[in-house]
């Protein structure tokens, strides 16, 4: 007998959990800036208590956590692509741009991961209306990064919080790639783990060499680093997974549209980012090019049951 497919209020609220733990990470890690931590704590404690997290929930579940050689591999290779890289560069370009700049540029992953897989995957075309997606959408880069608006006031640097954002954008768009290369052969939660734990232990290395040992975070900062580590990451990775085996792959990319908006409107309203006509009419540009994109994946799709690890981040 097969188990009936869940409601879709359900998977609405899914869907919306994903949006918003995804969405608001960028604005926690500048309350973490402001509650004193810097850039590789931030990542290498978060990640500890994601890792933690994923090893509990798999045991809570009893999942089981066979990893594999195959998912050790992938899980070393998504540490860096999906974690180390994203996430400092993401924290990086936060302490010259708001949350919703950055993660307007984010919102360029399915993008990315679109343009990288026609050239390392079979069978993934580059059509008319995906080259014309990637156009406008780099062209929402360019008046983003150039308008000078960084939406932080004087202390904006855009070009440079730009420059670091795409730096994180292209690492999870090769590190999607990697996973389904290789989707089928390996557990999603065991790899996320391994990825988790991996990354804890090179960001710790990283901060212990250039930041040195972090100084104790007062409660407001464990409250913030629990938060970005549970709902920011841990939350949406276990959500979006089991969101791909209800919904066809196409339908959850959706997700990457609200989550940008999710972030503006929260970078505003809890941190009095500024909403500049350089960040609107960028912005615009770009969900506009990912609108495209999407719509060619669309025509093109057919449902896809792979079992491929969900970015860390977006």
């Known amino acids: 007998m097969h188990a009936s497919p869940p409601a879709q209020g359900r998977i609405w609220s899914v869907f919306l959990l994903i949006s918003i733990g995804w969405g608001t990470g960028g604005v926690m890690t500048r309350v973490a800036f402001d509650e004193g931590l810097e850039s590789f704590a931030i990542v290498a404690i978060s990640s500890t208590i994601a890792a933690i997290a994923v090893v509990v929930y798999a045991v809570a579940v009893r999942h089981g956590f066979s990893v594999g050689p195959l998912g050790w591999r992938v899980g070393a290779v998504m540490s860096v692509l999906s974690v180390t890289i994203p996430f ?6 936060l302490q010259y741009a708001s949350a919703g700049f950055v993660g307007l540029a984010s919102a360029l992953v399915p993008l990315a991961t679109g343009i990288t897989a026609h050239f390392l995957l079979p069978d993934e075309p580059l059509d008319r209306t995906t080259m014309t997606g990637l156009i406008v959408a780099l062209s929402g880069v360019a008046v983003l990064v150039l308008s000078g608006d960084a939406g932080i006031g004087e202390g904006g640097r855009p070009e440079l919080a730009g420059v670091l954002a795409l730096l994180g954008v292209v690492s999870v768009a090769f590190g999607g790639v990697y996973a389904k290369r290789h989707a089928g052969g390996y557990s999603p939660l065991a790899v996320a783990g391994v990825q988790f734990v991996f990354g804890a232990m090179i960001t710790t290395v990283l901060m212990l060499l250039i930041e040195g040992a972090p100084a104790n975070p007062t409660a407001a900062g464990w ?18 997974y089991w969101l791909l085996r209800h919904v066809t792959v196409t339908y959850s990319a959706a997700i990457g549209y609200v989550i940008p908006l999710i972030a503006v409107a929260v970078g505003v309203i809890a941190l009095d980012e500024q909403l500049q006509p350089g960040i609107i009419a960028g912005g615009a540009l770009i969900l506009a090019g990912v609108v495209l994109t999407d719509r060619a ?3 093109q799709a057919v449902f896809e049951d792979e079992d491929v690890v969900p970015p860390a981040s977006v």
């Open 223 to 240: 409250g913030t680093l629990a938060y970005i580590a549970i709902v920011s990451t841990f939350m949406p990775v276990a959500l979006y």
């Open 88 to 93: 400092l560069s993401r924290n990086f370009a």
């Open 297 to 299: 994946r669309r025509r």
